[in-house]
C-alpha cells in the first residue's frame, strides 16, 4: 500500500512566522504534489515536483515555495504566513512509470490556521 | 477560473436507492477523468476513472459515464450504502500533464 505521511495534522501558525509542511511517500513516486482545500473551491495545486530538485507552479503558488532535496520527501514552506493561507493542506504522490494511471495518492492533510 | 464543476454541494439519498453525482468540465483537452472519495480528517483516495475514449467504466457498484459532447460526467452508485458518505470530488487531467483539476465537491449522506 502506498504510504503518504505529513508531519502535522493540526498547525496554529502566528502571522508573518515562516511555516514548514512536511510530506513523504514511500512508493518510491516521482511526481508529488501539495494542495490547499477550500470550501466551495475543491482542491486547488499549488506546487508539484516530477523530480528531485525540479519544481513547477500550479494555480496558486503566491506565498508559497517548496523544496525536494530527495526523492521521497517534499517540502511546502510559507514564507510569511498569512490568515488568507489558513486551509487544508494536502500533499499527493503519483507514478510517471508504464503504470501511469493519473492516480494521486494522498496524505490525511494538516490543518493550518494563521492568527 | 474553474474549468471543473461540481455544482450540487450536496445530495442525501436512502439506503438501497442509487446515487448520482454530477461534474461538468469547460476544457475539451481534458482527456482523463477520475472520481476520488474523501472522507473527514483523511485524504481524498481514487475510487474510480474514465479515460476520454470510452463513454462508461465500472467498478462493483461504482459506475461512471462520460458524454463528451456535453461535457459532462456522472458517478453512479448502485445500492447506494451509510459507509459510502462522504465528499466525492471530480478532477480531469490532459494528457501526461501532472495538473490535475478539482470540482468543489459534493457531499453524499446516505441515510439508513
Known amino acids: 500500500d502506498v504510504k503518504v505521511t505529513q508531519s502535522s495534522r493540526y498547525l496554529v501558525k502566528r502571522t508573518g512566522e515562516k511555516v514548514f509542511l512536511e510530506c513523504v511517500q514511500d512508493?518510491?513516486?516521482?511526481?508529488m504534489f501539495w494542495y490547499r482545500q477550500d470550501p466551495g473551491l475543491g482542491l486547488r495545486l499549488i506546487y508539484f515536483?516530477?523530480?528531485?530538485?525540479?519544481?513547477e507552479k500550479g494555480d496558486i503558488p503566491e506565498g508559497y515555495s517548496v523544496s525536494r532535496e530527495k526523492k521521497e520527501r517534499f517540502s511546502l514552506i510559507l514564507e510569511s504566513a498569512s490568515t488568507n493561507q489558513t486551509s487544508m493542506y494536502l500533499c499527493?504522490?503519483?507514478?510517471?512509470?508504464?503504470?501511469?494511471?493519473?492516480?494521486?495518492?494522498f496524505g490525511p492533510g494538516t490543518r493550518l490556521t494563521v492568527t | 477560473d474553474q474549468q471543473v464543476k461540481q455544482n450540487s454541494p450536496s445530495l442525501s439519498v436512502q439506503e438501497g436507492r442509487i446515487s448520482i453525482l454530477n461534474c461538468d468540465y469547460t476544457?475539451?483537452?481534458?482527456?482523463?477523468f477520475l472520481w476520488y472519495k474523501k472522507y473527514p480528517a483523511e485524504g481524498p483516495t481514487f475510487l474510480i476513472s474514465?479515460?476520454?475514449?470510452?463513454d462508461k467504466n465500472e467498478d462493483g457498484r461504482f459506475t461512471v459515464f462520460l458524454n463528451k459532447s456535453a461535457k459532462h460526467l456522472s458517478l453512479h452508485i448502485v445500492p447506494s450504502q451509510p459507509g459510502d458518505s462522504a465528499v466525492y470530488f471530480c478532477?480531469?487531467?490532459?494528457?501526461?500533464?501532472?495538473?490535475?483539476?478539482f470540482g468543489a465537491g459534493t457531499r453524499l449522506t446516505v441515510k439508513p
Open positions: 499527493a504522490s503519483s507514478t510517471s512509470g508504464q503504470t501511469y494511471t493519473h492516480e494521486q495518492y
Open positions: 512508493m518510491d513516486h516521482e511526481n
Open positions: 515536483s516530477y523530480d528531485v530538485k525540479m519544481k
Open positions: 476544457n475539451s483537452m481534458f482527456d482523463y
Open positions: 474514465i479515460s476520454s475514449i470510452k
Open positions: 478532477a480531469a487531467i490532459k494528457g501526461n500533464n501532472n495538473d490535475m483539476r
